[in-house]
């Protein structure tokens, strides 16, 4: 009597280790895929990608352009210059996460919003590596 009341117990036991061990697969499953929240890279998205290079391309380096000085900086701190591919590798997560969330462009600014489509579109430029950089480059 004793042993079985044991071995169901140690059953319920084993059942909510289990539970707890998928739990924290799961989470660091969907952590680990998703840690700069850009996604997936669609296959054939080169025109989407496009798309999206253009958009950083055009809206952002309006004002995050090493070109820029001073004023015309618009306030954007020294070196966060997207016309440099690098700096957009590095910053693709705060990119898409900015554009994403309508705070870039800034809503204050006379630069147009993002549509949703556009948004999309650099998520997909960010998530397949950002492989080109602007004209210049
Ligand atoms: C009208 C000027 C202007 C334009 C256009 C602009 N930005 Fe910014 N951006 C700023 C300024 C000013 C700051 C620094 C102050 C701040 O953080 O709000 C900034 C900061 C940022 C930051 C760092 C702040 C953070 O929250 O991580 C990111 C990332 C960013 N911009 C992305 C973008 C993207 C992406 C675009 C194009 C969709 C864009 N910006 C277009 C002015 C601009």
Do not use: K
């Not at 995050?64 to 016309?83: E, I, K, T």
């Not at 990119?95 to 309508?102: C, M, N, P, S, V």
């Not at 600014?109 to 004209?135: H, I, K, W």
């Amino acid at each position: 009597m004793n042993r079985n009341v044991l071995a169901v117990c140690t059953h319920r036991w084993l059942g909510i280790v289990w539970v707890g061990l998928l739990a924290a697969i799961l989470t660091v499953a969907i952590g680990c895929g998703g840690d700069d929240g850009l996604g997936d890279c669609p296959p054939a998205s080169q025109s989407q990608q496009n798309t999206g290079a253009t958009i950083v391309f055009t809206t952002c380096i309006g004002c995050h352009s090493s070109q820029l000085q001073g004023a015309d900086r618009r306030g954007v701190p020294d070196g966060m210059d997207f016309d440099v591919i690098d700096i957009v590798r590095d910053m693709a997560a705060d990119i898409y996460r900015t554009a994403e969330d309508g705070s870039m462009p800034p809503p204050t600014s006379d630069v147009t919003a993002l549509n949703s489509a556009q948004v999309e579109a650099v998520r997909v430029y960010l998530a397949c590596g950002a492989e080109f950089g602007p004209p210049s480059q």
